[in-house]
């Protein structure tokens, strides 16, 4: 077994789901859970930018992880969970991150032109990455955009083109997501603020 595998083996996250996967977590637990789920999926995506390791033991790598995920996953009883949530989701990334390295064996120079990808916007002091995240965590929710083979893109996709879109870097998506989700207040602010806008320009 490779050093890589052996470390995403010995992840806080892996280590936390083993020991807790059908325990209710409090939000204290949840927020210890998602920080180490975030350190967990840095490390995967940065498995495709890696120059020190070939392309297919990168693969590799991803199989092993995936399947252990998947082993996991079928553990969890619950699935409206903070635990099933995350492991759909680190399913949906390693699946993208494979995609993204069959596209870097079959076009070398990809890497080259996402490195000088590049938008001219940016968000506006007025608004934030939580407003942003509204956005993102509806779109994706109703399959809102789709890959070339009709796939429907997954939450990361879209957060991920979003960041490039806008220059802007959401650190934990999926704790921003969960912390829009569980607000106690104000749920669709940034929303119902695009909803009255567009009212007001229908009146006009």
Same mark, same amino acid.
């Given at each position: 077994m490779s050093k890589n595998i052996k470390k995403f083996e010995k992840s806080g996250f892996i280590v936390m789901l083993y020991t807790r996967m059908n325990e209710e977590l409090s939000e204290t637990d949840s927020i210890r859970m998602y920080e180490a789920y975030s350190r967990f999926i840095d490390r995967i995506q940065r498995l495709s930018k890696q120059e020190n390791q070939s392309k297919l033991d990168s693969l590799h790598t991803l199989a092993r992880i995936r399947e252990r995920i998947a /082993?996991?996953? $079928?553990?969890?009883?619950n699935k409206h969970s903070v635990q099933y949530s995350l492991l759909k989701s680190a399913l949906a990334l390693i699946g993208f991150e494979k995609k993204m390295i069959y596209l870097q064996l079959k076009y070398p120079g990809i890497r080259e032109v996402q490195s000088h990808r590049r938008s001219e916007l940016k968000i506006s002091k007025k608004f934030t990455n939580s407003d942003l995240m509204e956005v993102i965590a509806s779109l994706a929710s109703i399959e809102f955009f789709c890959l070339c083979d009709d796939s429907p893109a997954s939450f990361?996709?879209?957060? /991920?083109?979003? $960041?490039?879109?806008?220059?802007t870097?959401?650190?934990?998506?999926?704790?921003?997501r969960w912390a829009v989700l569980n607000r106690k207040n104000r749920l669709t602010h940034f929303l119902d603020t695009l909803r009255n806008t567009l009212v007001e320009l229908s009146r006009k």
């Open positions: /082993r996991l996953l $079928e553990r969890c009883d990361m996709q879209i957060t /991920r083109e979003f $960041e490039t879109l806008c220059n870097k959401i650190k934990n998506p999926d704790n921003c």
